[in-house]
């Protein structure tokens, strides 16, 4: 299979493109370097990016941003720059990806532990988590030519404690390489219209 | 209790404001009409609604809007009209309500049964009910001065069924007054971060 992986130099990242390239032609994408780039912010660099790429049978996607911050400071603006980026970033590269994608291909989103199980300052993360989960809830039913939906949802990764253990105390942390696998499974399984959880004790 | 009820024109809203007005003072908002006004799409409209508003014990809303349309012609702009209503109209009206709601008080939104059971054309709401849900969980666990925060997730009401009925094929529609039980229930009750789901057999 010709998979993209948008996302490809992050630590869930590379761990998926890990997984997948012995097996298959990954085609690693970033915001500003790899086998191609695109800003998931923009329609434009997207319909872009799409030119580029032509045919596909698999995109997987582990970016996207969101704030992190208190509720009692919590503004709007900070809570589009989840929808922009993590929601719309993520439904424009599923929804402009249509004329691309291959008959029996798929998408794969990442949502986030955060959507079921909220933390102080996450706010932003549970709402844009959840959003990405219902989209592809609601998308993968009309999806066209037998053409798939799925997210994955990982828990706080091994690699990524020094940055956020401090918010997540207690939390059972995961290797990115078992994160990683929820990407295969949705890649190389049949599931459509599925939250993949990859989680540990709690 | 002082409850404001945003959307108190609506087929639930009525039966949210007949629900409780036997027993509390139930401030009837609409866009156009009633004892209040807002437009929840506009923040602005927000702040000067709240400066009418005063202090207060509870706030329902039982408005919002969302696209419906097929997955094969949804554009990014399609699903704006969920995002800015039903789901910032909401959030906004929470966070710019903060400053005046009394301690022990709440706020119950209003998400609905798409959130988790999708259908044809139903991607935007979906999406948008999941996000609702999202900022429920998420913003319930910081809220300050035992403020409570909930939704209600109802199934297509009976009295809608001349509207939406071709859409929901199938489905165990409930009067609207059963879907008001959730309201009831979450400004009544204890419950925070909760989802009450109101819905039929199928």
Redesign the interface.
């Known amino acids: 299979m010709k998979i993209i992986v948008v996302g490809a130099n992050g630590t869930i990242g590379q761990a998926v493109v890990n997984a997948l390239e012995t097996r298959h032609e990954v085609v690693k994408v970033g915001r500003n370097r790899g086998d191609l780039t695109v800003d998931m912010t923009s329609?434009e660099s997207i319909t872009a990016f799409y030119e580029r790429v032509g045919a596909f049978d698999a995109l997987a996607v582990v970016a996207g941003e969101v704030h992190f911050g208190?509720?009692?400071s919590?503004?709007?603006a900070d809570?589009q720059v989840g929808?922009q980026s993590k929601?719309?970033g993520q439904?424009?590269l599923v929804?402009q990806g249509?004329e691309n994608i291959n008959d029996g291909g798929s998408f794969t989103l990442i949502s986030g532990v955060?959507?079921?199980d909220?933390?102080?300052?996450?706010?932003?993360?549970?709402?844009?988590?959840?959003?990405v989960?219902?989209?592809v809830?609601?998308?993968?039913?009309?999806?066209?030519r037998g053409v798939r939906l799925n997210a994955v949802s990982p828990t706080i990764v091994t690699e990524s404690l020094d940055s956020y253990g401090p918010y997540f105390l207690g939390w059972d942390p995961v290797p990115a390489a078992k994160a990683a696998l929820g990407f295969v499974r949705s890649i190389e399984g049949l599931a459509t219209?599925r939250v993949f959880s990859i989680k540990g004790v709690v």
Chains 1, 2 share one sequence.
Request: hydrophobic share 55%; charged share 10%.
């Open positions: 329609p208190p509720l009692n919590l503004t709007a809570l929808l929601l719309m439904v424009n929804l249509l955060l959507a079921d909220p933390i102080a300052y996450g706010t932003a993360a549970t709402m844009t988590n959840a959003a989960e219902g989209f809830r609601g998308a993968a039913v009309e999806m066209p219209g």
